[in-house]
């Protein structure tokens, strides 16, 4: 009777644990875990310090050169400003007078006044008795010429490039003068002088110089 009092126990012992095994295996099949509250994030840490400087990197790889591009197309030329003031100093000048003193015209053909009496620029040239324009404009020129013999009639004339301008005649008495005038435009190499009209050597020869022949540049063209 004890015996089969203890067998009965130890079997109700196994039954409970059979069923304690399945209903756990089943519960962890079908039951679902509540979920926690998230934690509090943590303090954040403190910046570190910055690091060293570093080296300079090597330079870089020089470029290639081009070839240098065709010059462009010239601009339009751009409108003539005004002509300004002309400075005295770069002034274009001409000026001359010259006089007879002791030579004779005994040929018809320029007459060489023999004294320089002013010559600006050179102009004039006492060896061919010819005023040659180097700058081209607008001259006055003028003579005066004396007789020393009042038995002869005296003319002499003003000459451009072979042609009589203008003349002075002599008629009277001796040591009588005359004289004239004229203005001219000239071109470069244009020539200009006095000669009597026949050949004659009838001019007062005198230092006073009575016979002369002046011009000078009015204003250049």
């Not at 601009?75 to 003031?85: A, E, I, T, V």
């Not at 001409?94 to 018809?108: D, G, H, L, Q, R």
């Not at 010819?130 to 081209?136: D, K, N, R, S």
Request: one cysteine or more; aromatic letters at 10%.
């Amino acid at each position: 009777m004890l015996v089969n009092d203890k067998l009965f126990g130890l079997a109700v012992i196994l039954k409970l644990f059979y069923e304690t095994c399945a209903t756990a295996e089943t519960c962890s099949n079908c039951c679902t875990a509540i979920p926690g509250n998230p934690g509090n994030p943590g303090n954040p840490g403190n910046t570190g310090n910055p690091g060293q400087k570093g080296e300079k990197g090597s330079d870089g790889i020089v470029g290639v050169q081009c070839q240098k591009g065709d010059a462009g197309a010239p601009g339009k030329l751009g409108p003539k400003g005004p002509q300004g003031p002309l400075r005295e100093e770069i002034q274009r000048k001409s000026a001359f007078t010259v006089a007879y003193s002791y030579s004779s015209f005994e040929v018809v053909g320029p007459m060489k006044y023999d004294n320089i009496i002013t010559n600006v620029g050179d102009h004039y040239s006492a060896e061919t008795g010819f005023f040659l324009c180097q700058i081209p404009g607008t001259y006055v020129f003028s003579f005066t010429s004396q007789k020393k013999d009042q038995n002869v009639a005296l003319r002499t004339n003003l000459m451009k490039n072979g042609v009589i301008i203008t003349a002075g005649l002599g008629q009277g008495s001796e040591g009588q003068s005359f004289t004239n005038i004229a203005i001219l435009n000239l071109e470069q190499n244009d020539r200009v002088w006095t000669q009597p009209h026949a050949a004659t050597n009838s001019y007062l020869q005198s230092s006073l110089k009575y016979c002369t022949f002046s011009g000078f540049l009015l204003y250049a063209s």
